[in-house]
């Protein structure tokens, strides 16, 4: 069975400083892995996506996230962050095929202080 | 209008009223979903559809009915719903065809309050 942990329901950083917020992934078969934000009374909207080409990932608003098998983690990074970055932030892995289900994280809040 | 709409964005109803929830698409996606977020809690999947047909009914209670008439549109029906239903409740799309990722389209969502 499938499954995704996120560490930390909350993380803070300064404004300029690295953001890391963290998943791992549970999946028989390497999977799709996926990174969704929320901005308040929004949906959710696609950061990035790892669909088995390359390993490090790159993502809209500056955001990367690096797939590591041997860890099965997808962590998502921002080098530099900004107050505009402050949303909830949502891991999620799918099977390749033969499947409608996503299995989603519980969600990172990133606060982001001046 | 582009992407998924969702409407209304607010919706207030007693336990005895009849609403519906509307999405639409504007994507030409073949899948469309009902996802419900409650705080301190995952999202869950209430239901699929794809192509029309629904191949996904995750256990949702009855009073929950879904009703998609085309690839474009998807309602969920509301009837006798309980003070825990309240949530967000999020419409998505995909395009799920051979060699396509797949990933989720989301509208804005209908937040929902029973009183």
């Known amino acids: 069975a499938q499954s995704v942990t996120q560490l930390g329901s909350h993380v803070s950083v300064s404004e300029g400083a690295l953001v890391l917020l963290r998943c791992n992934y549970s999946s028989s078969v390497p999977p799709y892995l996926f990174w969704y934000v929320q901005y308040p009374n929004q949906g959710l909207q696609l950061l990035l996506k790892?669909?088995?080409?390359?390993?490090l990932v790159k993502g809209i608003n500056g955001f990367e996230a690096e797939f590591k098998k041997s860890e099965t983690s997808f962590h998502l990074t921002k080098p530099s962050a900004h107050m505009s970055d402050a949303a909830e932030y949502f891991c999620a892995v799918r099977r390749v095929s033969g499947t409608y289900k996503y299995i989603f994280g519980t969600g990172t809040r990133l606060k982001v202080l001046a | 209008e582009t992407g998924v709409t969702q409407t209304p964005r607010h919706l207030v109803m007693g336990m005895t009223n009849k609403k519906s929830l509307k999405c639409e698409q504007h994507l030409g996606h073949n899948a469309m979903y009902w996802y419900k977020q409650s705080a301190k809690k995952p999202l869950e999947l209430m239901f699929v559809y794809s192509l029309e047909e629904r191949v996904e009914n995750n256990s949702v209670p009855s009073r929950f009915s879904p009703e998609c008439p085309n690839s474009s549109h998807l309602f969920l029906h509301l009837h006798t719903l309980q003070p825990e239903d309240s949530a967000l409740y999020l419409c998505a799309s995909s395009q799920d065809t051979s060699g396509n990722t797949g990933e989720l389209f989301f509208g804005e969502g209908s937040r929902l309050t029973v009183l």
């Open positions: 790892y669909t088995s080409a390359a390993t």
